[in-house]
């Protein structure tokens, strides 16, 4: 265990992007510095760097860090078009990746060319600021939600290595927890990448917060039992309907709330939200890699030439969501602007 990790999964200086390698966490804290656009394009594509506010934030430091290499280049602007191309390829489900890289591309535009740099670097550094602001005012809106003493669920991880502040779901928890109100949070393990196991229930253990890790399946029997206030997440994409694609499992915990009566909250910034997408059926859900699934820890966990459906991200239809927790407040779905 790492005892004393630093509380940002992400920052740039002098046109160096330093990020937390988060495959490698719990074990080791491995820290990537970095100038070079395609290293944070693989570090999303291989989860290195996840969850939807900061993989937008670190796509457009990448464009800007990039924009200090190319900028005497005379194909400067085409190059810096490509690169919003290729971290545009990515990873298609959180739409704060694509608003990120739209933001960037319009700095890029419009930046007179004695500014480029400075105009890239104020954006990117802009997106950054504005997350982590946001994740203030959702906690903020979040806390009158959590009664005394409360017994939370969540899934996946949706704290400071989510994002560029103290996190969506789990800024509303680490919040409550700060002003006494939590008395335990049950994290599921977050099959098959662990985002639960390895990096919630290490941002928990950090911060002092009592904590238990359960196996995905596990959650209905949790909300059958009883004792659960409330179950929150995150998002990576708020249709126009309200329905939210998150991590695979957050449908089956919304269905299990649902059916015992425990309200389901979905906690994210206004840069999720895509009115552009009707409804969750318009949502591209990422399908990862079959071996994520046949194999554990590097070794092979089921037979050879067995077929593997391993989407990602599923949606929650907005029906099953309580309330949408925001920086701009509470909303019902469906939401209004
Ligand atoms: O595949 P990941 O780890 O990027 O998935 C992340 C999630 O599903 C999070 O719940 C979501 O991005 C919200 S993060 C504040």
Redesign the pocket.
């Known amino acids: 265990m790492i005892p004393f990790p630093p509380r940002s999964a992400i920052d740039y200086r002098d046109g160096k992007i330093r990020f937390i390698d988060q495959r490698y966490l719990p074990g080791r804290l491995e820290i990537i510095e970095t100038d070079d656009f395609r290293v944070v394009a693989k570090a999303i594509k291989t ?1 290195a760097i ?4 900061l ?1 937008g934030v670190a796509a457009a430091f990448a464009v800007a860090s990039y924009a200090r290499i190319v900028v005497d280049h005379p194909d400067a602007v085409k190059r810096l078009i490509t690169s919003i191309e290729i971290l545009r390829a990515t990873r298609p489900t ?1 739409v704060n990746l694509f608003n990120s890289l739209a933001i960037m591309q319009l700095a890029l535009e419009s930046a007179p060319v004695e500014a480029l740099v400075s105009t890239l670097e104020y954006a990117a550094i802009a997106i950054h600021d504005d997350d982590r602001n946001r994740c203030e005012l959702i906690a903020a809106a979040g806390l009158p939600l959590v009664p005394a003493d409360a017994r939370i669920v969540t ?4 704290g400071f290595l ?2 560029a502040g103290i ?3 789990l800024g509303v928890i680490t919040k409550a927890f700060d002003a006494g109100k939590v008395s335990e949070v049950f994290a599921l393990e977050t099959r098959p ?1 662990l ?1 639960g196991a390895r990096l919630t229930a290490w941002e928990l253990i950090q911060s002092n917060i009592p904590a238990t890790l359960l196996v995905d399946g596990a959650a209905a029997s949790l909300l059958k039992r009883g004792g659960i206030d409330l179950a929150i ?4 994409r708020i249709a126009a309907n309200g329905d939210t694609a ?2 695979i499992g957050s449908l089956q915990l919304a269905l299990a709330c649902s059916k015992f009566g425990v309200p389901f909250y979905v906690a ?1 910034p206004f840069t999720t939200f895509d009115s552009g997408t009707a409804s969750g059926e318009q949502i591209e859900i990422e399908e990862r890699v079959a071996t994520e699934v046949t194999h554990f820890a590097g070794k092979e966990s089921a037979p050879p030439g067995i077929a593997v459906y391993n989407p ?2 599923d949606v929650v239809d907005a029906g099953l969501i309580t309330a949408f927790v925001t920086d701009r407040g509470l909303f019902k779905p469906h939401y209004s602007f």
């Open positions: 989860l996840r969850g939807a506010p993989i959180a899934i996946c991880n949706t989510a994002t996190g969506t779901a990448l985002q997440i995150g998002a990576d998150n991590k994210a990602a991200f």
